[in-house]
């Protein structure tokens, strides 16, 4: 019947007499209104327009001088921020903070999101190249926007064309990419994620995309069930005239398979009837009726009307029964959820306050478990941040053990070893990461494979360069280096003129008598065929062991002569202080009490003087003697400050 409206039959003919390539492109409802669109340029927005009124069960049309009025819903529930340069944090490695949930940059020939403002590193949870490495950190454009815990993200590397869209999720530090993002995303009901034409992603940590190969899809609208518990997405592409249907439960909060087709149309019991293009003409075309939950009120399925679930309202229950099915869900994560048992805690408080019948018997009192999971994740948040505190040590000190036996192991890999000096440094480095990897079995919740690795690595790697030193101390002149040095060293001990440069040359000495143990050490416990290349070898270094203990006792000497000179000096001028110092003490005691405090006082910088001068005999003896000196003359001191004080008493009274 609303065809027959001659005004309608005229617009309808003036479209296709006036546009050579005028097309139907699909139909909009907006509010009351219908509205007929067709295409009638080169573009998918060039379009023309015929408008009706709904009412009731008719349509009543209008004109055709509404084509202003015909548009998509808004492709985006929220709004793009571009980021400033007060979001900027300079430092080696700078970045871009988003409000502090996230860090991006695209310098050094990368696209890099990491989850800690560090500046020292440019290691990210998630990157991938840029066209152009030679960039600063303004070059590139950054928008972002914040919906719970996800982060979307809109980022264009300097000179690239496109933007590049992820989305980022703070509770299970996780990063996706996902382009679909440019053409419309939109909020999924009761705060629960986003979802946009190939996917969905929820702040809870679940994220899916389905392989359509579809692109650039519009949002075109959303249809709610009258019981509350399911929602479906239509996205539409102008330019295929393809429809994608996803349904999202708000229970199971999951999207099912999505249902792809070139039209559909929705009946008030729920039927849905769709059907698909085919790419070559066809003269018969198969539809398909499918029945939905999307059923106009009053249409519904008969109930109780009189029992207390019907009076609480279908709604209501499945929005309690969506958030207990998230409680589940948080329940069943791992530890590496992030403030896991703190979201336990409100989730499982905000249901029994929220829901007055959730405490009900005819509701199986569902407060209950709910009171007793809250107390529980109460109880487990101290102890939580105590292992999440432990775990992060742990891995902070296995990546650094990592990476110095890395290290270790490069420069082994890298060097000539043509002396003997580089065998003894890289051995002794070897052998102190090797202890620094079996430290790490004693940390907690420790990557037992990784330690074992680590540790096989070292131990090959030491193995066969304590071979190749073996194979160099049979040389000759494999051990010049530790004789030139400890002739040096010798010579050098009759010039020693202060203690603090004889306990240097000391201290170098130990170090190289260290080094030749470990050549011993290496020696030994290698499995030589020939025993008398083992012989030969720590004849030769017991040969210089000898020279070494001789330098030893030598400069052992030097620092006692030097000492017994040094020492005086110092003994005098600390005993000069010491007795100043006690002599300013007895002049301002003018109590009892400060007395004792300066004797105190005293008594400790004599004990600090007898630690420091312990080795010279007639200095203890001395010091004894003042010790007994300071005691007699403090005690007469305070004796004379008492008797003076009684004797005011006196003539007082």
């Known amino acids: 019947e609303f065809s027959q409206d001659p005004q309608f039959q005229r617009d309808f003919e003036e479209i296709y007499k006036y546009y050579k390539n005028a097309e139907f492109a699909k139909f909009f409802v907006i509010g009351p209104f219908l509205y007929m669109a067709f295409q009638v340029g080169k573009s998918v927005t060039e379009l023309k327009s015929l408008k009706w009124r709904i009412e009731d069960d008719s349509l009543i049309y209008i004109d055709n001088r509404s084509d202003h009025e015909v548009r998509f819903p808004d492709q985006h529930d929220f709004s793009w921020k571009r980021v400033s340069r007060d979001l900027f944090v300079e430092g080696e490695h700078p970045h871009v903070s988003i409000e502090d949930h996230v860090f991006v940059e695209t310098i050094g020939g990368d696209l890099t999101i990491k989850v800690e403002n560090n500046t020292s590193d440019g290691v990210g949870l998630y990157s991938e190249p840029v066209q152009h490495a030679d960039q600063t950190l303004d070059d590139s454009e950054i928008y972002y926007a914040i919906v719970g815990s996800l982060v979307l993200l809109k980022i264009r590397p300097y000179q690239e064309n496109v933007y590049r869209y992820f989305i980022f999720n703070e509770k299970v530090q996780s990063v996706y990419r996902v382009d679909s993002l440019e053409t419309s995303c939109v909020l999924l009901p009761d705060d629960h994620g986003v979802i946009f034409s190939n996917g969905y992603s929820l702040v809870t940590g679940e994220h899916k995309t389905f392989d359509t190969d579809l692109q650039g899809m519009l949002f075109d609208r959303r249809l709610e069930a009258s019981n509350g518990e399911d929602f479906l997405y239509v996205f539409y592409n102008p330019e295929s005239g393809v429809y994608v249907q996803l349904r999202y439960n708000l229970i199971n909060q999951e999207v099912d398979t999505p249902v792809i087709c070139h039209g559909a149309a929705f009946f008030p019991a729920g039927e849905m009837i769709c059907f698909r293009a085919e790419p070559d003409a066809q003269k018969h075309h198969t539809l398909q009726i499918w029945q939905t939950p999307y059923v106009e009120d009053g249409l519904g399925p008969e109930s109780q009307s009189d029992s207390f679930l019907f009076k609480i309202g279908n709604k209501e229950i499945v929005r309690g029964m969506a958030e207990c099915y998230e409680v589940i869900g948080l329940i069943e994560k791992d530890d590496t959820y992030a403030d896991l048992y703190v979201d336990l805690v409100k989730k499982s408080g905000d249901i029994v306050d929220s829901y007055f019948w959730a405490s009900d018997e005819q509701c199986a009192n569902l407060s209950a478990p709910l009171a007793e999971i809250r107390i529980a994740a109460e109880s487990a948040i101290d102890e939580f941040e105590k292992v999440v505190r432990v775990k992060q040590n742990t891995v902070k000190q296995s990546a650094e053990v990592e990476q110095r036996s890395s290290e270790v192991l490069r420069e082994a890999k890298n060097k000539r070893f043509d002396n003997i000096d580089d065998f003894v440094k890289s051995l002794a480095e070897m052998r102190t990461v090797r202890g620094e990897i079996i430290s790490l079995k004693e940390l907690r919740y420790i990557d037992m494979e990784l330690v074992e690795r680590l540790g096989e690595e070292i131990s090959e790697a030491s193995d066969r360069l304590a071979t190749r030193c073996v194979e160099f101390l049979l040389r000759d002149d494999a051990l010049a280096p530790y004789e030139n040095r400890i002739q040096e060293q010798t010579a050098s001990i009759d010039d020693l003129k202060k203690v603090t440069d004889a306990r240097d040359l000391e201290e170098d000495i130990a170090s190289g008598a260290s080094e030749l ?12 065929e020939d025993a008398t290349h083992r012989t ?33 000096a110092e003994f005098n001028s600390q005993m000069k202080l010491l007795n100043q110092a006690v002599v300013n003490y007895l002049d301002i005691c003018d109590t009892p009490d400060k007395c004792e405090e300066f004797l105190t006082k005293v008594m400790i910088q004599l004990e600090e003087l007898e630690g420091r001068f312990a080795e010279f005999d007639e200095f203890v003896v001395q010091l004894t003697d003042k010790r007994e000196e300071i005691y007699n003359a403090f005690e007469t001191r305070k004796l004379s400050l008492i008797e003076a004080r009684n004797k005011r008493a006196e003539a007082l009274m």
């Open 517 to 528: 143990e470990m050549l011993v050490d290496i020696v030994s416990n290698l499995n030589i």
């Open 536 to 568: 030969q070898i720590i004849d030769n270094i017991s040969g210089i062991f000898g020279r070494v203990n001789t330098a030893r006792a030598t400069l052992k000497t030097k620092i006692k002569d030097l000492m017994s000179v040094e020492g005086v």
